[in-house]
């Protein structure tokens, strides 16, 4: 019997350890940002063409390299930083693995150029499939030119499963603010597709923050800052008007480097207690300064996830210093977190369970009813209840109750459910839900017959956006006109309003619903369903979130027209059923003994 064992190719190897590494766009982004901070540099410029598909390019002023560290750089576990196993747990640079350049090397066209500021002639190398292409001298700036081009040119099953170009735009923006938010002595730039989407000069926290969220930011964080012993906690906390139903601004540092943890996040967002509901989801960025001996960061490829010696203490003390910063601010009951009790509370906490738990949410799937033969009902119920004539009761001849059509009035229960009589029984009509159907499905034929109706502002709105934000809209400015409104580019961050769509309450913050339309649209990214869909998706429920409670009768009648009219009337576009139907029968049943 023949051996049947043997050693992959060194390029076959590259490709799965870049399977590990480089998932996407996005992940090309953070190495070389990463290898640029450590390389000491105080300006990184970031240029993006098709959401980085056709090229991630950084450019920084570092400390460069030599010819050979040019050449080690794109082998497998190079690294200027390890010698010796111990090493591992004393590590507060970025990139240490010496994975990252080998694995972007083995699935793109990758364009080096370098230049040790101690020399007076640079490196240029271009690299194809892990395989050496060309190696020449160059006259350079000091500092690292990489440019990545056509990612996973080699592996087209992997190109065929990258995202949309927005979808993709999304994760390198995120990947952007982690780097930003934790360097901010460093000078960024970052432009995509030969538009400058980011300015940001070297500055402190705070003017990062805002730089990154927008000027309205300044006024919505308030600081953090504990030193203690074991660690030292700093950064920015948002009060509770600043939280979002929609995840994305929550930042938590280790050393500077972002992590991923869950239980930080449910420690900050128990600091909260009853100040926000469960459904939003509070602004932080916080830098833990501890001593590496403390942590163990070498549990993930990515290294966003890190173990902490003493996770249950380091919970405690995060959770009671955001407690404290919002205290200081009158947000919350004050804690002197220096007092003996609160520390004292904090150590045998430690000791124990941090108790929290996770929930699931299940979509509610859509009841298909007969739901054409319900609406026919709706239109034409009979009365054959007995009248009162002075006094006397009689029932309507057959011909009398044929000829007297009479519709039920809606009434609607704690200004949520519409409760509607049918011949069968009765409806329980969710109103949010049904609006968001009906507004969903009017925006979606809007789009597509480009006919929407526009009600015009008397006075223009200016609006000021995050950097990021003013990008996605830019991207379906077209899609978001089609629904009624009239949005022009006003320069920078800021776009000017000169319409909005029909049936909008004028009173409306405009700011707002602009916000949330485009949380709403990140969130449906993922789906791939398409710009039109996506852009209707968000559009409704977000307009939908802002409808009034109290209605009248009129509009009750109306809401229950409009849904039944819809072609899908059951369920709405997120997956809440519109209505439940009640049957005289099932409700006899209930009564009976």
């Not at 932080?284 to 300064?289: A, C, F, G, K, S």
């Not at 009790?341 to 009841?367: H, L």
């Amino acid at each position: 019997m023949s051996d049947i064992i043997q050693l992959l190719p060194d390029s076959i190897a590259n490709q799965i350890a870049a399977g590990e590494v480089i998932q996407r766009p996005a992940s090309v982004l953070k190495e070389l940002m990463e290898n640029s901070i450590d390389a000491g540099a105080t300006q990184i410029k970031v240029v993006l063409k098709d959401a980085g598909k056709t090229l991630i390019q950084v450019i920084d002023d570092g400390v460069g390299m030599s010819d050979t560290d040019a050449r080690m750089c794109f082998e497998r576990h190079a690294t200027s930083k390890i010698r010796t196993a111990q090493d591992l747990f004393s590590i507060k640079t970025m990139g240490f693995r010496g994975e990252a350049m080998a694995s972007i090397a083995a699935i793109a066209h990758v364009e080096l150029l370098t230049r040790h500021r101690d020399f007076e002639l640079g490196v240029r190398m271009i690299m194809k499939a892990s395989k050496l292409e060309k190696q020449e001298p160059i006259s350079v700036n000091p500092g690292t030119q990489i440019s990545v081009k056509n990612l996973f040119f080699n592996i087209p099953a992997r190109r065929k499963f990258l995202k949309s170009d927005p979808v993709e735009l999304k994760h390198l923006m995120e990947e952007f603010h982690r780097v930003v938010l934790g360097h901010p002595n460093v000078y960024f730039t970052l432009h995509h597709n030969d538009n400058e989407v980011y300015h940001l000069p070297a500055s402190n926290l705070r003017q990062r923050i805002v730089n990154v969220f927008g000027k309205n930011t300044n006024e919505k964080i308030v600081p953090v800052e504990e030193d203690m012993d074991l660690i030292k906690i700093q950064g920015f906390i948002g009060k509770p008007e600043a939280a979002k139903k929609t995840k994305g601004d929550q930042y938590i540092f280790v050393n500077n480097r972002f992590i991923r943890s869950h239980y930080l996040n449910h420690a900050i967002r128990t600091a909260y207690e009853e100040m926000i509901t469960k459904e939003y989801h509070p602004l932080y960025v916080l830098n833990i300064d501890i001593d590496p001996n403390q942590i163990d960061i070498n549990v993930h490829p990515t290294k966003t996830e890190i173990k902490f010696s003493d996770e249950r203490l380091i919970y405690n003390y995060v959770r009671v210093a955001a407690r404290h910063a919002l205290g200081k601010y009158t947000l919350s009951p004050t804690l002197d977190f220096d007092s003996p009790k609160v520390i004292e509370r904090m150590q045998s906490a430690s000791k124990g369970s941090s108790g929290f738990s996770s929930s699931s949410r299940q979509q509610a799937k859509g009841n298909v009813e007969n739901w054409d033969e319900i609406y026919s009902i709706l239109k034409t119920e009979k009365s054959e209840e007995p009248v009162a004539v002075e006094g006397t009761f009689f029932s309507l001849e057959e011909e009398d109750v044929q000829s007297k059509m009479v519709r039920k009035k809606p009434f609607q229960i704690h200004n949520k459910y519409v409760v509607h009589q049918i011949k069968s029984g009765f409806l329980l009509i969710d109103y949010k839900a049904a609006n968001e159907r009906i507004l969903y499905e009017s925006y979606l034929k809007a789009m597509t017959y480009k006919e929407p109706l526009t009600q015009k502002q008397l006075f223009p709105k200016t609006i000021e956006l995050g950097a990021s934000q003013k990008t996605i809209l830019t991207e379906i400015m077209e899609s978001i006109n089609c629904l009624g409104f009239e949005i022009e580019d006003f320069g920078n961050n800021s776009i000017i309003i000169h319409g909005i769509p029909a049936g909008i309450e004028p009173s409306t913050d405009l700011k707002v619903l602009i916000e949330e339309l485009l949380e709403q649209y990140n969130a449906h990214q993922e789906l791939q369903i398409g710009i039109e869909e996506s852009v209707a998706r968000s559009m409704s429920k977000s307009a939908s979130n802002r409808t009034k409670k109290g209605l009248s009768d009129e509009e009750m009648t109306n809401i229950i027209d409009e849904l039944f009219a819809c072609d899908i009337p059951h369920v709405s576009p997120s997956g809440r059923k519109c209505y439940i139907q009640f049957d005289l029968d099932e409700l006899a049943k209930q009564f009976s003994g």
